[in-house]
């Protein structure tokens, strides 16, 4: 039976890849921080058939702890200061955590087993001002953001690291990619929140930043199915995930609204709070290498995805406020 290490398990990602890698006959055992404050909502329904792990990307003796006692075959690091938007608020953080958590993830893994399969979430924030559309795996980067910069160095570490200590280590340049276990904090669970909460009387707007602002954006249950392939292959690489088609925040709101016979004009409100210092104006993904390589497709389109995400909405505000 495979084993597999997840960091940053209880997020969006790490929720989906545990249950993929469990279906796949998988041992998967989780890190998560110790913290009084872990949610573990996410994995909470297969909770008891993982085993977690206490660990940091800040404390390199925990990561080479983890990987002597429990032995895994793959890693899939997911763990970030994911959000964006604080990244500017948090840069010392964000660098320390999303950059150079990646350097003492694959030191550990150097020292300790160098015959694991590493996997990389890197991130389309990396382009950030972008150079050419679409985007590709030679596209040049160009972050615009703490997050991206931080980024950009775990992406080229692990480079790094392949090419000097010959580990399967890979990167997963990965667009965009929501569900209903998303954040609130993330502008399409936001818009469908926020949707949700004004058909039902709780609220009577929704703020957001720039509605110009457009990104590629996919189902992140068929982005973990990516991740999984590429440790699969014979020899590591890089590869874009990504559904090629980009939205704009403004189209996120009209298929969100709509779905639900609303005119999001009445209720959207832009806030210059929202509005990021340096803005990724548009990002828009070319998969075909993961498509020849690797035979990904995404299966869930956008609009599935956004009625899927306000019904669960709906659902979830319905039970929090005793309306069913």
Not at 57 to 76: A, N, T
Not at 180 to 190: D, I, Q, S, T, Y
Not at 261 to 268: I, S
Request: glycine share 8%.
């Amino acid at each position: 039976m495979p084993k597999a290490l997840i960091t940053g398990i209880t997020g969006q990602d790490g929720s989906y890849l545990a249950e993929f890698l469990l279906e796949k006959g998988y041992m998967v055992v989780g890190m998560v921080r110790r913290t009084s404050t872990v949610n573990f909502s996410r994995i909470q329904h297969f909770q008891d058939r993982i085993t977690l792990v206490s660990g940091d990307l800040l404390d390199q003796g925990s990561l080479i702890s983890i990987l002597s006692e429990h032995r895994p075959d793959e890693v899939y690091n997911l763990a970030a200061q994911s959000f964006v938007p604080a990244s500017w608020k948090q840069p010392v953080f964000t660098g320390e955590v999303t950059g150079l958590g990646v350097t003492r993830i694959l030191e550990a893994i150097r020292t300790t087993d160098p015959s694991i399969r590493f996997y990389q979430a890197s991130s389309s924030e990396m382009f950030g001002k972008v150079r050419e559309v679409p985007q590709t795996e030679k596209t040049p980067f160009y972050p615009r953001s703490p997050y991206g910069v931080a980024k950009v160095y775990g992406h080229w570490i692990t480079v790094n690291y392949r090419e000097s200590y010959g580990l399967h280590a890979t990167s997963g340049i990965l667009f965009n990619h929501t569900s209903p276990r998303r954040g609130l904090e993330f502008v399409l669970r936001k818009i469908t929140n926020g949707v949700a909460r004004i058909k039902l009387g709780l609220d009577d707007e929704l703020r957001l930043g720039n509605l110009d602002s457009a990104r590629d954006i996919g189902f992140a249950g068929d982005y973990v199915r990516a991740m999984w392939m590429m440790l699969q292959q014979p020899a590591p690489d890089e590869y874009v995930i990504a559904t090629g088609e980009s939205r704009s925040i403004r189209e996120m709101c009209e298929e969100a609204f709509g779905y639900l016979d609303m005119d999001w004009q009445k209720y959207v409100k832009q806030d210059p709070r929202f509005m990021r210092p340096a803005e990724v104006d548009i990002l828009v993904g070319d998969a075909s290498k993961a498509r020849q390589i690797l035979g990904w497709e995404p299966t869930v389109t956008f609009r599935e995805m956004v009625q899927m995400m306000v019904d669960n909405d709906l659902k979830l505000i319905r039970r929090e406020y005793g309306m069913d």
